[in-house]
């Protein structure tokens, strides 16, 4: 589970229909993560272990890694970022 | 993974601080239109109907994907965690592989336990038939067209990282796509985008699509 405590206020807040856009304000929003800190595979050994779980994406041949670690916590949800001119936006 | 582009506008996304079925709720700055982080559509504003366009991405562990990708980069932020290593999969009941094939399409998923035990996963659907496959090192799934050269292939797993077809017993890189040899050597099979998502956040979004568990 992400965040258990959100799903605990879902639970109470009783039942969920997906044809309803019935959102629920549980925190204030979190500024956006634009132009990232981004670093090559040989600097990679402060910031990611080999058997992490990582999401990896090719955007016109250039490849970009995005450590699973890195991105738990509501704050790091998304990361706008740049790939081979194409912005992309890293959630899972 | 998403493109987050419509219609040549660069959107910038934050994290609304809303839930919607258990999911995320995305905001861009430029519109605030909310959107649905799983379903990547534009739910209440401006670009309310609007779909972003999914990009194929790979859950696997660094070391594979640096294997693969020598000049890949990585994102350099700190850790927030360092409970997702390879043990995700020791969880498997509760995640499962989602594709969404798009608007008015299915929605079909595949278990990570069942993935896990079969590697190489066949989805027969009304409009495709496919393929969704298992590399157990690097623990990354990718879903794929089955259909090549208009005849639809049925595979089953064959060694790691090795699916072969039934039709023509070519043999099949699991990760890429790719057959390596047999009369098929050399053709590639089309990826179809997917995420690896929770079981419940999944069946709460698409409640009549099939999860594949046995």
Redesign the interface.
Known sequence: ??YPQ??A??LLSGS?Y?DD????????????I?A??????K??A??????????????AN????????????????????TLGD??????? | MYAREIEGKELNFQVSGMLWNRSLVMRDIETETLWSHLLGRGMRGELEGVELEMLPASMTTWGEWRARHPDTTLLAMSRTTDRYDEGAWKSPHKFVYGIPLGPGLPSPAVGLRKLQNDTVVMVKLAEATLVVAHEKEGGSVKAFDAKVDGKTLTFSASGERRMTDSSTSSEWDVVTGEALSGPLKGKSLKEIPGTVSFLKAWNAFYPDDEVVNE
């Open positions: 589970m992400k959100f799903f206020l879902l969920l997906a856009f019935n959102p629920r304000q549980v925190v204030k929003p979190f500024e956006p634009m990232p800190e981004i670093t090559t595979a600097n990679s402060k910031w990611v272990n080999d058997d992490e779980l990582v999401l990896g994406v090719t955007v250039e490849s970009r890694a995005y450590p699973i670690n890195q991105l738990t916590k509501p704050t790091r949800e998304i990361i706008n970022d194409q912005p992309i936006a890293a959630t899972w």
